[in-house]
């Protein structure tokens, strides 16, 4: 894939706290990002930050538990993922993505209620287990990301939502991403992860999956551990409900987001949507708000 049939078009980027834990790594993201917008592409950012979280947490003595690849939230856990995110992950990337111009904006899944949640259970061996306030995307308001888009800038967005109950939810960044991409119908969904791909046989690492449909994705999805269960399933949701291509590439290795989408083929693991994907749209598994309709701002003082 070249970047020209990409100019003008909008690609989400995932972008996982792993890739972010070295400083070479970050700016070397960065730079990928801005040679893609400045190519004419329009990039949007939804990052995650498990490890830094876990980090905080720790410092404050309190536990990381994960079950289905989900973080365990309780409310005082949820103060620590929603500072993290959206109050220091996010304005760190924000900053380094400006250092050369005032493109990027953050904003977290809250903001302009840009990602509604509804409470999520993690499946653990085929039983629904309570994992307190882990949300699930219920709905997406693309009207500020799209704002943002057209003024020029790159919107960063945190994955934090807000259930119609008012409560505050942790929603997975894959889950987050692929359904920012679901609703905004890009052409393009890229995970930076890392692992180098999707291995066949885990946790054997000697056979990265090139290639997957959205039928057979499906029928591996229920075995897949970990993180790797959320990530698939966003970006089987995201080919299903209409995006071209999901991608999930690994972040560890220095612009590998430029690589992926430029080198194309060797690298990552491509997800691809069955002929009948594109035609559904029941299978957003998100219901969209304001596409394709951004309301003028309003008059000053009005
Ligand atoms: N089949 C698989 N292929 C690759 N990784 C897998 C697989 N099953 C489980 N995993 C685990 O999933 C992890 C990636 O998910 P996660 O830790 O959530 O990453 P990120 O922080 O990038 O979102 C890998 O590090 C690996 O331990
Ligand atoms: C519910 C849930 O698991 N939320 C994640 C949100 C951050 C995330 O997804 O970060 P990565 O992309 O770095 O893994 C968490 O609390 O870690």
Request: a negative charge; aromatic letters at 2%.
């Given at each position: 894939?070249?970047?020209?049939?990409?100019?003008?078009?909008?690609?989400?980027?995932?972008?996982?706290?792993?890739?972010?834990?070295?400083?070479t790594?970050?700016?070397?993201?960065?730079?990928?990002?801005?040679?893609?917008?400045?190519?004419?592409?329009?990039?949007?950012?939804?990052?995650?930050?498990?490890?830094?979280?876990?980090?905080?947490?720790?410092?404050?003595?309190?536990?990381?538990d994960?079950?289905g690849g989900?973080?365990?939230?309780?409310?005082?856990?949820?103060?620590?993922?929603?500072?993290?995110?959206?109050?220091?992950?996010?304005?760190?990337?924000?900053?380094?993505?400006?250092?050369?111009?005032?493109?990027?904006?953050?904003?977290?899944?809250?903001?302009?209620?840009?990602?509604?949640?509804?409470?999520?259970?993690?499946?653990?061996?085929?039983?629904?287990?309570?994992?307190?306030?882990?949300?699930?995307?219920?709905?997406?308001?693309?009207?500020?990301?799209?704002?943002?888009?057209?003024?020029?800038?790159?919107?960063v967005?945190?994955?934090?939502?807000?259930?119609e109950?008012?409560?505050?939810?942790?929603?997975n960044?894959?889950?987050?991403?692929?359904?920012?991409?679901?609703?905004?119908?890009?052409?393009?969904?890229?995970?930076?992860?890392?692992?180098?791909?999707?291995?066949?046989?885990?946790?054997?690492?000697?056979?990265?999956?090139?290639?997957?449909?959205?039928?057979?994705?499906?029928?591996?999805?229920?075995?897949?551990?970990?993180?790797?269960?959320?990530?698939?399933?966003?970006?089987?949701?995201?080919?299903?409900?209409?995006?071209?291509?999901?991608r999930?590439?690994?972040?560890?290795?220095?612009?590998?987001?430029?690589?992926?989408?430029?080198?194309?083929a060797?690298?990552?693991?491509?997800?691809?949507?069955?002929?009948?994907?594109?035609t559904?749209?029941?299978?957003?598994?998100?219901?969209?708000?304001?596409?394709?309709?951004?309301?003028?701002a309003?008059?000053?003082?009005?």
């Amino acid at each position: 894939m070249a970047l020209e049939p990409l100019r003008g078009h909008t690609v989400v980027v995932k972008y996982g706290g792993h890739a972010m834990t070295d400083d070479t790594l970050r700016r070397a993201f960065a730079q990928d990002v801005l040679t893609l917008y400045r190519a004419g592409v329009r990039p949007v950012v939804v990052h995650g930050g498990g490890p830094q979280i876990a980090a905080h947490l720790d410092r404050l003595g309190l536990r990381s538990d994960f079950l289905g690849g989900l973080r365990v939230t309780t409310p005082e856990t949820m103060e620590v993922v929603r500072m993290v995110l959206s109050g220091k992950v996010q304005k760190d990337l924000v900053g380094l993505l400006n250092e050369h111009g005032p493109h990027a904006v953050g904003l977290s899944g809250e903001d302009g209620r840009t990602l509604t949640a509804v409470k999520r259970y993690a499946q653990v061996g085929g039983e629904r287990v309570d994992i307190g306030l882990v949300g699930d995307v219920a709905r997406v308001n693309t009207a500020v990301v799209r704002l943002l888009l057209e003024g020029g800038h790159i919107p960063v967005v945190s994955s934090v939502g807000r259930g119609e109950d008012g409560q505050v939810y942790n929603v997975n960044a894959d889950t987050a991403a692929g359904a920012l991409a679901a609703a905004l119908g890009t052409r393009v969904l890229v995970v930076l992860t890392d692992v180098p791909g999707l291995y066949a046989d885990f946790p054997r690492d000697e056979r990265v999956v090139d290639r997957i449909g959205a039928a057979e994705l499906e029928r591996v999805l229920p075995g897949l551990d970990g993180g790797m269960g959320p990530k698939m399933e966003a970006c089987l949701r995201a080919v299903r409900g209409g995006v071209g291509v999901a991608r999930v590439l690994d972040g560890r290795a220095p612009h590998s987001l430029l690589d992926g989408l430029v080198g194309g083929a060797g690298s990552g693991t491509t997800i691809v949507p069955d002929p009948t994907d594109q035609t559904d749209p029941t299978a957003r598994g998100a219901e969209v708000e304001g596409v394709a309709r951004v309301a003028p701002a309003p008059a000053p003082g009005s």
